[in-house]
């Protein structure tokens, strides 16, 4: 009888301990579905962009190549589009506030995946990568340039090149040496004298600079990491080895942010972002200008002419869904902020979109606390983690950069 | 003083047992049995129409814009046509609405429109609200869509 009794006894430990998870991590079915769908591997090819006809062109994305990083695409030729998207640096500039002419408003973004997304810059003001290029370029804090100026150093500098990609360049003789809508009344009036089909002219050469620097930037992807190679065996049911192998606080991290912590509502798919826009509660920065978001940018992406739906368009309108479809008005795009990739991120602070928060500590406790928005509803709830949860949610956000 | 010990490891042993047992059960139980109703066909609030709501092109995929096909058709089974219809929704469990503005961009024929412009940002509870403004009179009906 004590035998028997021993024997059952130990038969139910090890069941218990089987089921208790003791030894190797393990992953309910869901969790693994959710760590599959964020690895790398299932990022698909890229897309064309129908509305960019030279996005694959590598004679194109090499002229694109030469103006990312030449300074002379400025007003005073100090500031390239690399000025502030270093190449070592994961194509941003470690600033809490980007600094070209001036200091903006806002934390530089980087560059892997970007021709992935529907939106530009952190409010989502540009709804293409090209559209994108030539916002800085005439932004008196950030290259402070102007659309003829760019033109006729166009034709100065890269007039050949320009035309075996893009066919003639127009004629530019009549054309003042500095005119654009946007810029000081000086060159808002040399614009306004200019005859619509010169406008039209400088316009397209303007849109063609954008999209050569696009087809550059379609070129930079985000590298597999730590966490892939751990997905990946996940997936497969291969022991983890060496570096794939996480620690149990890297574990931890991942199974709260796929899980309790709910950072994989936003944060999803293998770029770890939703493409889309979020009031997070994060406060304002003292001294920058009033900054709502989104609410203000819808009507910058409908005014800008180098939108999906304006003349500089390549292909057809079925290419504009996302602008067409955009949300414009409600209470949830009030201070709403892009989400971003979390791949790389440990390696970039600050963070936030003025640099608000200088760790991932920082990060971390305020989604854990939540605090109220200053404007608009906040879409995060507190999370109230334990000390430990919280490093462990930045372990893992560490796997994103190594 | 050897019967205690017994005892108490019996004891243990049939409660480790028992622990195991509903653990066992509990993995193995099929998750979130209950749920909102997710079916693709159903009367409008009111009763004037039978509503059908399908994707389009058949798959439901996360994070792309697609488009789907609402089919309306009056309780007798005749297709509904020249409906104005307005989509609204969200996320119940987040408080949040759509991540993009659907509309109801063409009509097929046959009580079908399409409704484009459909995005599902994340996983989880959706909710799609259609107005429906038709000859036979005014109806809403609300679709749940679970990822």
Redesign the interface.
Known sequence: M?RL??V??????A??AL??GCGEPRFSD?EKKAIASLALNTLPSLKPDTTNQYADVPAAAALGSTLFFDAGMSRDGTVSCSTCHKIDRQFQDDLPQAVGVGRTNRRTMPLAGVARNPWFFWDGRRDSLWAQALTPLENPLEQAGNRAAFAHYIKKRFGERYERIFGPLPDLSTVPANASPLDSDAERAAWNAMPAGQQDDVNRVYANIGKAIAAFERSIEPAQTRFDRFAIDLATGAKPEEDAAFSPEEILGLKLFIGKANCV??H??PRFT?????NNGVPPVDGLPLDRGRVDAVAQVEADPFNCLGKFRDGDEGAC??L?????D?P?IMRAYKTPSLRGAADRPPYMHAGQFATLDEVVAHYSKAPLAVEG?S?VHPLDLSERERAALVAFLKTLSE | MASIW?YI??G???A??L??IV??VY?TLP?SASGPDISRSKKTANGLFVASFEPEHGVVR??E?QSWLLTLKTAAGAPVEGAAITVSGGMPQ??????????ATDYLGDGRYRI??I?F????WWQLRFAISAAAGSDSVVFNVVL
């Open positions: 004590k009794i021993s059952v006894s130990l038969f139910a430990l069941v218990l089921l208790g869901a509502s936003c999803n798919g939703d493409n889309s826009f979020h869904r996302e067409r479809f955009m949300v414009k409600g949830q509803v879409e | 017994r490891l019996a243990l042993g049939l480790a047992l622990a195991g653990a066992a993995l998750q996360q994070g814009l987040h408080d949040h609405g759509l991540p993009t503005s659907p509309q484009d412009g995005k940002t994340m996983s989880g």
